[in-house]
């Protein structure tokens, strides 16, 4: 199974944190360096205050040179599908190819309002919007150089967009769709994505959400293997309990919660955990490391669980 670092730096991260936890992942050889997409801290003041994330990214890709870049998720009511699409295709080229692009419909009113974030007028709305983004940065991205791009949807319209630039990666750089909805998610992971992922779900849930993507594949007449299935899921791993405790109490958790409801406990614990989603059929697991000055949890992650997944 890959491992992946992602982080949720709206809880208070300066730039400097999020490039120290990046280059030690890259250091120990985890595949990938993500963060999520978000402006206000869902507990505490947030200080230092929220960082963007494609502006940190793009700082990450030119001092960083092996790990890949990216974000879950961001929101699509954050920025234009236009402005958005250039954005990636730039820090792509920044990173020399390293760059995934993480889309979700946003789902925080409070962040929205909190910085003058027009959010939409319900979820039907918001997901429309996705949908119509997916189309357009796949559009501007896939535009053969010398061509012109127009697309005429429900809430965004361009005409005659000359589709530059373009991405390092082609036919464009990955792009990953998540969540668990029954519907309408499968239909889109089966369209336009190429990784599907799950966030914090238990083994058995993620497992029946992949299975709902794979039919929405053959459905649509796309082999499923062609996508790569992926969860996500915070983790607090001691090498002994007390400090499996003291990593719990640092994100605000006992052990017995670390237990149950992440994943938690010893490494050995940890690699069990990380195993049964490997037996539902996870190929990628997304380490949610919420202590980000605690670089020693890196160290412990990359050499008493990486070697046994």
Known sequence: ?????????????????????????????????????????????GLPGPTDSWVTLGGLARETSTIRLGTLVTSVTFRWPGVLAISVAQVDAMSNGRVELGLGTGWNEVEHRAYGIPFGRGFGERFERLEETLQIVRGLWTTPVGERFSFAGQHVELTDAPALPKPVQQPHPPIIIGGGGPRRTPRLAARY?????????????????????????????????????????????????????????????????????????????????????????????????????????????????????
């Open 193 to 309: 994505a190429d990784e599907y992922n799950t966030p914090f779900l238990s083994p058995a849930d993620f497992g029946a959400a992949r299975d709902r993507v794979r039919a929405a594949c053959e459905a649509a007449g796309r082999d499923p293997d062609e996508l790569v299935y992926s969860a996500a899921m915070t983790v607090c791993c001691g090498a002994d309990e007390a400090e499996v405790e003291r990593r719990a109490g640092r994100i605000g958790r006992s052990a017995a919660d670390a237990r149950r409801d992440i994943v938690g406990g010893t490494p050995a614990e940890v690699v069990e955990r990380l195993h049964q989603y490997g037996a539902a059929g996870a190929t990628r697991f997304y380490l949610q490391v919420l202590d980000l000055d605690d670089l020693d949890h890196l160290h412990l992650l990359a050499t008493e669980v990486m070697p046994h997944v």
């Open 1 to 45: 199974m890959e491992l992946r670092i992602f982080t949720e730096p709206q809880q208070g991260a300066t730039y400097e944190q999020q490039l120290a936890v990046a280059r030690l992942a890259e250091e120990l050889d985890f595949n990938a360096f993500f963060r999520s997409d978000h402006y206000l801290a869902f507990a505490g003041d």
